[in-house]
């Protein structure tokens, strides 16, 4: 409890920071907040993570196949699930296959995992979020978005990282400096955004909403579990994994749903449900992950 209560408390006080603002008519300017976040603040600590991390292929690897691999199995398992249901793979596959890594799995891998959880928790979520706005976004949007879809500043930030990390590069002080600047920023707006997004979408089909959480938060803990294992991760590496893969629906599937008329309020109660359920559920996977 020493460990969980230092970790948990500070990430959900400030989304529910974000989600008072909200609600009292303290509107942030999300279009400029989401804007900053996504091509300035995200990409800076990936790269700033990346880069001045000492260069462990194994680590980065090892990582990334097991990223890969859960999200190959959240996609079967959801799409067999969504089948058997009657319900729309389009609509609600992305959801089932990409966990909120990045405004909830980033903070709290830090918080219960320190530093080293955070570098680890930043190579899953570039993978997470590399195959989100690729795969992801064209079942979102039923047809191709390759060309879009690759722009994102996630591509070019990890590239870079792990470039520079690789050759040992070192960056000049002012640039570390800005970076830092940049990546102390990202994941308190992160935060506030998640607040400020839940306060604004409403839920609808409830028991739906409620169902598929249920598979999505499950079936991320047992992948997150099982791979762990054998990948043989321990330590901080073992608990930004378990974490990552047992996260809620990403925002970015609802502002997928937006943005292709993909029946976006049913996306948004499964953000809204899933996040809810995670308050409940994540204090329960650290106390198991973290003794």
Same mark, same amino acid.
């Given at each position: #409890?020493s460990?969980i209560? !230092?970790a948990?408390?500070?990430? *959900?006080i #400030?989304?529910?920071l974000?989600?008072a603002?909200?609600?009292?008519g303290?509107l942030?300017?999300?279009?400029?907040?989401? *804007?900053?976040?996504?091509?300035?603040?995200?990409?800076?600590l990936?790269?700033? %993570?990346?880069?001045?991390? !000492?260069? %462990?292929?194994?680590?980065?690897?090892?990582?990334?196949?097991?990223?890969?691999?859960?999200?190959a199995?959240?996609?079967v398992?959801?799409?067999?699930a969504?089948?058997?249901?009657?319900?729309?793979?389009?609509t609600?596959?992305?959801s089932l296959?990409?966990?909120n890594?990045g %405004?909830?799995g980033?903070?709290?891998?830090l918080?219960?995992?320190g530093?080293?959880?955070?570098?680890?928790?930043?190579?899953?979520?570039a993978v997470?979020?590399?195959?989100? #706005?690729? /795969?992801?976004?064209v =079942?979102a949007?039923?047809k191709g978005?390759?060309?879009?879809?690759?722009?994102s500043p996630?591509?070019p930030?990890?590239?870079l990282g792990?470039?520079?990390? $690789?050759f040992?590069?070192t960056?000049?002080?002012?640039?570390?400096n800005?970076?830092?600047?940049?990546s102390?920023?990202?994941?308190?707006?992160?935060?506030?955004m998640l607040?400020?997004?839940?306060a604004?979408?409403?839920?609808?089909? *409830?028991p739906?909403?409620a /169902?598929?959480?249920?598979?999505r =938060?499950? #079936?991320?803990?047992?992948?997150? *579990?099982?791979?762990a294992?054998?990948f043989?991760f321990?330590?901080?590496?073992?608990?930004?994994?378990?974490?990552?893969?047992?996260m809620p629906?990403?925002v970015? %599937?609802y502002?997928?749903?937006?943005? $292709?008329?993909?029946?976006?309020?049913?996306?948004a109660?499964?953000v809204?449900?899933?996040?809810?359920?995670?308050?409940?559920t994540?204090p =329960?996977?650290?106390?198991?992950?973290?003794?």
């Amino acid at each position: #409890m020493s460990v969980i209560l !230092p970790a948990i408390l500070p990430v *959900f006080i #400030m989304a529910l920071l974000g989600f008072a603002l909200a609600k009292s008519g303290r509107l942030m300017d999300g279009g400029t907040t989401a *804007f900053l976040v996504a091509t300035v603040g995200t990409p800076a600590l990936v790269f700033s %993570n990346l880069a001045t991390t !000492p260069f %462990n292929s194994g680590t980065l690897l090892s990582l990334a196949a097991a990223t890969v691999i859960a999200i190959a199995f959240y996609l079967v398992v959801g799409a067999i699930a969504l089948k058997t249901s009657g319900l729309k793979l389009r609509t609600y596959l992305p959801s089932l296959a990409f966990p909120n890594a990045g %405004n909830l799995g980033l903070p709290l891998a830090l918080y219960a995992a320190g530093q080293e959880g955070l570098n680890d928790a930043i190579i899953i979520f570039a993978v997470t979020s590399i195959i989100n #706005m690729t /795969a992801g976004q064209v =079942i979102a949007a039923g047809k191709g978005k390759w060309a879009r879809a690759l722009r994102s500043p996630i591509i070019p930030a990890v590239a870079l990282g792990v470039i520079c990390a $690789y050759f040992g590069v070192t960056l000049p002080l002012w640039l570390t400096n800005t970076l830092s600047l940049l990546s102390g920023l990202t994941i308190p707006l992160m935060l506030l955004m998640l607040g400020t997004s839940l306060a604004k979408i409403q839920v609808t089909g *409830f028991p739906r909403a409620a /169902a598929l959480s249920v598979l999505r =938060i499950s #079936m991320g803990a047992v992948a997150g *579990f099982v791979l762990a294992s054998a990948f043989g991760f321990v330590g901080p590496e073992r608990v930004a994994f378990v974490v990552q893969c047992a996260m809620p629906v990403a925002v970015y %599937n609802y502002l997928f749903a937006q943005m $292709y008329d993909n029946d976006p309020e049913d996306v948004a109660s499964l953000v809204i449900v899933s996040t809810v359920l995670a308050v409940v559920t994540t204090p =329960i996977l650290l106390a198991v992950l973290v003794p």
